[in-house]
């Protein structure tokens, strides 16, 4: 499948950055304010914030305020699917994965 303009490159962009994608499964588990996203993944609330902006602009997270807090949920419509099928795949061929010499950065993570 090409995509266009190169749109699919820069969706895995955005979810091969690790606090964003510690944010997205953060919120798989439920809507939460930016301090319950900090205490879930423990980053600082600035970091936060800054990839939950970029994860907003993309569509990949909506917010809605309650009272003074902003509350983030996940667009399920569009990116759960993403994220189910990666887990899917990496159950099946996490080993594989982890032992791609092609893929450097991969020996240096803590796969779950």
């Known amino acids: 499948m ?4 190169g749109v699919n490159v820069l969706i895995f962009k ?3 950055n690790e606090v964003r994608l ?3 499964e953060a ?4 809507p939460m304010d930016v301090n319950e996203i900090c ?3 423990h980053e600082e609330q600035p970091r936060v914030s ?3 902006r970029c994860l907003a602009v993309c569509g990949f997270v909506h917010s809605e305020r309650k009272g003074k807090k902003m509350i ?3 667009n399920k419509d569009t990116i759960t699917p993403i ?4 887990n899917k795949h990496a159950k099946i061929f996490g080993d594989k994965i982890r032992d791609c010499e092609m893929l450097s950065d991969v020996r240096k993570m803590t796969i779950k």
């Open 2 to 5: 090409k995509s266009e303009n």
């Open 14 to 16: 955005v979810l091969s």
């Open 22 to 24: 510690a944010i997205i």
């Open 27 to 30: 919120l798989l588990k439920a």
């Open 39 to 41: 205490g879930e993944i």
């Open 50 to 52: 800054h990839e939950l």
């Open 72 to 74: 983030y949920g996940l």
């Open 83 to 86: 994220i189910d099928a990666a």
